[in-house]
């Protein structure tokens, strides 16, 4: 069975980076790839980011610029870099990949940004 492990989620200031990552129990992440999503209250599950087994990124037009979701395929760890946080951005983050087998999503990690 494979695992997705969300980790470095907290508060953060108005403004402030933090680094979010992704580590997996298996190599499926460079295989087939990532995402990221959020889910604030109230609101649903949005997708934030993807990253393809090539490389290639995808991100949301409201983190374009301010995040980036680097992969670390020896690590078996992709992660999600977010910068110029904003208010709007506090949510609980989950990685996801779609292996053949089967979806498989991560437990979520809470980011809070404060001013």
């Known amino acids: 069975q494979v695992q997705l492990v969300e980790s470095g989620g907290g508060l953060v200031q108005l403004g402030g980076p933090l680094r979010l990552s992704c580590a997996a129990s298996?190599?499926?992440?460079?295989?087939?790839?990532m995402s990221w999503h959020r889910q604030a209250p109230g609101k649903q599950r949005e997708l934030v980011a993807d990253i393809t087994s090539g490389g290639r990124t995808n991100h949301a037009d409201t983190v374009k610029g301010r995040f980036t979701i680097p992969r670390d395929d020896a690590k078996k760890t992709a992660y999600l870099q977010m910068n110029s946080l904003k208010h709007e951005d506090t949510a609980v983050y989950y990685c996801y990949s779609s292996p053949v087998w089967g979806p498989v999503w991560g437990q979520g990690t809470q980011v809070t940004v404060s001013s």
């Open positions: 298996r190599n499926i992440l460079s295989i087939y790839g």
